[in-house]
């Protein structure tokens, strides 16, 4: 007997992206993130795609593109998060006060000792995650919207902050924390090949691995020819990024001072390159984290089924209350790590740090594709959403537009990306 779906597919014309099968919105926001970066460069004379500018985007990404990865959970199921920018403020100033002043009065270790920027990262991430289930508490089981409760958590965690250090900057803070902050700690030339040929080779055989085990089950597979086209665009996009943040050339100036901290003498005519800054390679590690938790894990499941219909999800067994603390205790942990990468960019704590995050991360994950109205999001989404954001930010900055009307233009491309979302659904019948 033969099976119709399979003798009646190959009859179907299809163009080449869907023969790739490459999603359309995420092919979009590529191609709208292309336009921007195409636009800018045009306009800055070619400043904005160079190399340096291409590593200072990355980095400046960061902070953001982490707890969008977490936003997207929440979002997911129908609940937002408006304390992650007042929550990284208050765990950047625990962390900040922890490597400054409570270890050295307490414990006696002095700034620069090893086991400072470890301590002060755990005592942040704790924080954070104690935080965050506190508020997932009052909405998963006091039943206060989410909306209210982190409003106050808004107005409450960003003045708790400003407590924890009187209003005052903290810095320097210890060299190894700072390391994560991207200029100040990068791996080099030699390391960021290494990272990219790993990080190619292991989406060649994630593509190989994913065609057998459609085989093995009989499920209908990409022609050769394709997989092998997709592949080739996933390796040219990884080792195309790693080969422009290597053009990046520290400056002889910069490179004299490092010798000579080390009392030696820099030889003639030695050149060396940023690299990959360690920021983003956290980065990459939390977006291949919470990619893994959405798609291979029960807890993953559980969230987009309760995204999908709360109520069924509840019925089925899934204790709904229990998993909203899970999330936001998630996202308060994602809102201490990003608090790590921005006061380290940084290199001190500032009182006005993470202000208006809220809004740029709940806007990267919407414009990455995350439904507010719950049950649709993805991780890849909220970074590229992140992405997109930042370059029109820079953008305007190198052009010379002023703050206030970058927010505008950032509120107009928020409004517009739902309202393409929008009738993308209604067109395509997607929920």
Request: glycine share 10%; aromatic share 8%.
């Amino acid at each position: 007997m033969s099976d119709t779906t399979d003798t009646q597919a190959p009859n179907k014309k299809r163009n080449f992206v869907q023969t790739l099968e490459i999603d359309t919105r995420l092919l979009g926001m590529i191609g709208a993130f292309i336009l921007v970066c195409l636009v800018f460069n045009v306009l800055t004379d070619g400043r904005f795609l160079t190399p340096r500018n291409i590593f200072n985007l990355t980095i400046q990404t960061v902070s953001v593109a982490i707890m969008a990865t977490g936003m997207v959970f929440v979002i997911v199921t129908r609940h937002i998060d408006l304390a992650v920018g007042a929550l990284l403020a208050t765990t950047s100033a625990l962390m900040a006060m922890t490597q400054t002043l409570y270890l050295p009065q307490w414990l006696g270790l002095e700034l620069g000792h090893p086991a400072i920027p470890w301590i002060a990262m755990a005592v942040g991430l704790l924080a954070g995650a104690a935080i965050g289930a506190f508020q997932g508490y009052l909405v998963g089981y006091l039943m206060i919207p989410a909306f209210i409760v982190t409003l106050g958590g808004l107005l409450v965690w960003r003045n708790v902050g400003w407590y924890l250090t009187d209003g005052a900057t903290i810095g320097p803070l210890d060299p190894t924390f700072m390391r994560l902050g991207g200029i100040n700690g990068t791996l080099g030339e030699t390391w960021s090949w290494v990272i990219g040929i790993v990080a190619t080779l292991a989406a060649i055989w994630a593509l190989i691995s994913a065609r057998r085990n459609k085989v093995a089950h009989n499920f209908p597979v990409k022609p050769v020819w394709a997989e092998a086209a997709l592949a080739a665009i996933i390796a040219t996009g990884i080792l195309g990024f790693i080969a422009t943040l290597n053009s990046y050339q520290i400056p002889t100036a910069r490179l004299k001072r490092m010798f000579a901290a080390n009392g030696e003498e820099m030889p003639e005519g030695y050149t060396a390159a940023y690299g990959l800054p360690l920021s983003v390679l956290l980065l990459i590690a939390v977006a291949v984290a919470m990619t893994v938790i959405a798609k291979k894990t029960r807890f993953g499941r559980y969230i987009f089924a309760t995204g999908g219909n709360p109520d069924a999800a509840e019925l089925s067994g899934i204790n709904t209350r229990m998993l909203t603390v899970k999330i936001f205790a998630l996202m308060g942990a994602l809102c201490a790590v990003s608090a790590i990468v921005a006061s380290a960019r940084l290199t001190n704590h500032s009182n006005d740090i993470g202000t208006l995050d809220e809004l740029r991360v709940i806007a990267a994950a919407v414009i990455g594709g995350t439904a507010l109205s719950g049950g649709i999001g993805t991780i890849h989404g909220a970074i590229l959403g992140a992405l997109i954001m930042q370059s029109l930010q820079s953008g305007m900055a190198m052009v010379g537009v002023d703050a206030p009307l970058q927010n505008i233009v950032v509120g107009i491309v928020l409004v517009a990306a739902v309202l393409i979302d929008i009738i993308y659904r209604k067109r395509t019948g997607a929920k």
